[in-house]
């Protein structure tokens, strides 16, 4: 098979159907699928004696063969690039200990997470070199697939591009019981999707200028690349995130064969959707099911289809994984027509709407600052967000919530979209409302964040901040915190 690298996003959602288009470097790749898929470690400790489920992270440089025979100089967390998944069950009390050996300060932020502020790992959380940070939760939230990365102020994108990344797990009564596949690694397997560009010594290329910032010329899957991954025929279940800085995958079987999204960000979907392709922007997670007969052979891969919507990242086809099933045939029953009971965010009649204007670099003409607060919201309040963007390709991430895409340039969101969501693609010119769930952890001292998670937009300031508080007193809380508060680890 031709394989071609890149990009450009620039994209159209519309009946379900996305389509991009557009230029940019060609990598060199064998096409060969040489590369067993590495499954990153499996951590989950079990809970101590007082019941808490306690992590051990260390952020700390490595040297890793991103092109098999030459080693790059790379971070990693528990290990010399991305990190451990961590899987976790709701009504956990969970302990991390973050240990900063990287050299710079940094944050953890747990994606998806439902939180505390001051535990969010945001750019107020910064983590001097030497330090450990400690933050401690408890899990409340349905089963769902999160993740872990940097938010420093300003040097997000270098921090993940370098390798510092790793998927989250949460599991619950509910989904056990629904029958998915769920043997990690085997049935059950994370996928990260990351490019990179490499020099001819292998070592990362690290240029984040222009518009969206670095847009890689080699495409890795779990630090893979050219992987193929041996699994047993039936179904398997692939949780998919997006952890590059800019790239919008397309994502589709070679053989155009029918899949099934089952989950999102925020949790499960109510029901299998049946799909052909699914979209995939930075930061957003989604979990599919496909059936593999007995020595079928299959690829993975992202398409790009030229249009007059496709204007701003080129995004070509090339391949992401060769599915081999070899192993003994599991569970190919059909999957079950309910999945979760779980209710989805919703507004009441007379929500509040906030809305949120896209331009370049800036939401509603401002640069992030990290002493103003640009939102304040009762806590557990349900509200309705509208983003409209105006120019360039983004999307948008809100920090501890759980949202329901509603609309997308006034129609329904496809099947798929419909589930809980806490990141959202936003096409040029488009318009998309959202039902956004908030929590209850009210701190006025404390910011969440809402941000374009093209980190390098990210970086260079697209970003506000809100606070959750007792509801009543959002007209007494200051909207300017005392100095770019930092809580350093210690």
């Given amino acids: 098979m031709d394989r071609r690298s890149f990009l450009k996003l620039g994209a159209l959602v519309a009946a379900g159907t996305v389509v991009a288009g557009c230029s940019a470097e060609t990598a060199h790749r064998p096409g ?10 499996l951590l989950s400790p079990d809970p101590d004696a007082s019941g808490i489920r306690r992590f051990e992270l260390t952020l700390r440089p490595g040297s890793t063969e991103l092109i098999p025979g030459l080693r790059a100089s790379t971070w990693g967390i528990n290990g010399d690039h991305l990190g451990p998944t961590l899987r976790m069950r709701r009504g956990d009390r969970v302990a991390m200990a973050v240990t900063n050996r990287i050299g710079e300060p940094t944050t953890l932020h747990w994606h998806g997470m439902r939180l505390p502020a001051r535990m969010d790992g945001g750019p107020h959380q910064t983590i001097a070199p030497g330090a450990t940070w400690r933050p401690e939760w408890t899990i409340d939230q349905p089963a769902a697939t999160g993740w872990y990365h940097p938010h420093p102020h300003e040097q997000t994108a270098r921090h993940v591009y370098r390798g ?5 797990q949460i599991v619950d009564p509910e989904a056990d019981a629904a029958g998915l596949p ?18 001819s010594d292998g070592q990362l290329v690290e240029d984040f200028g222009g518009t969206f910032g670095l847009i890689g010329d080699t495409i890795l899957v779990n630090g893979t690349f050219d992987p193929f991954a041996e699994v047993p025929a039936g179904r398997i279940r692939f949780r998919v995130l997006n952890a590059s800085n800019a790239r919008i995958y397309f994502l589709e079987f070679a053989d155009g064969r029918e899949f099934h999204v089952i989950g999102t960000d925020g949790g499960l979907l109510p029901g299998p959707a049946a799909v052909r ?32 919507a496709a ?25 079950p027509a309910r999945l979760s009971s779980a209710a989805l965010p919703e507004a009441p009649p007379g929500a509040r709407v906030r809305r949120m204007t896209l331009t370049g670099s800036e939401i509603n003409g401002k640069d992030m600052d990290m002493t103003r607060i640009d939102e304040v919201v009762p806590a557990g309040a349900r509200e309705i967000w509208e983003i409209h963007n105006t120019t360039y390709t983004h999307n948008f991430h809100i920090h501890e919530v759980a949202f329901r895409v509603l609309e997308i340039n006034g129609a329904p969101p496809p099947a798929y979209l419909s589930g809980p969501k806490d990141t959202v693609y936003v096409p040029k010119e488009a318009t998309v409302k959202l039902a956004v769930e908030f929590g209850r952890h009210a701190d006025p001292a404390a910011p969440y964040m809402y941000h374009c998670h093209i980190l390098r937009h990210e970086d260079k300031g697209m970003m506000g901040q809100f606070v959750i508080v007792a509801p009543g007193t959002e007209d007494s809380v200051s ?12």
């Fill in 311 to 335: 204007t701003d990242i080129e995004e070509g086809d090339f391949d992401l994984l060769k599915i081999i099933a070899a192993g003994p045939r599991r569970d190919a029953s059909p999957l």
């Fill in 32 to 41: 060969a699928f040489a590369n067993r898929l590495r499954v990153p470690p």
């Fill in 277 to 308: 392709r699914a979209v995939l922007s930075p930061g957003e997670r989604l979990e599919i099911v496909a059936s593999f007969a007995p020595g079928e052979q299959v690829v993975l891969r992202s398409v790009g289809e030229r249009t007059d």
């Fill in 479 to 490: 909207r300017l915190l005392p100095m770019p508060g930092h809580d350093h680890g210690g």
């Fill in 164 to 168: 510092l990344a790793g998927m989250i």
């Fill in 182 to 199: 769920s043997d990690y690694g085997v049935d059950d397997i994370p996928l990260i999707l990351q490019d990179k560009r490499l020099d």
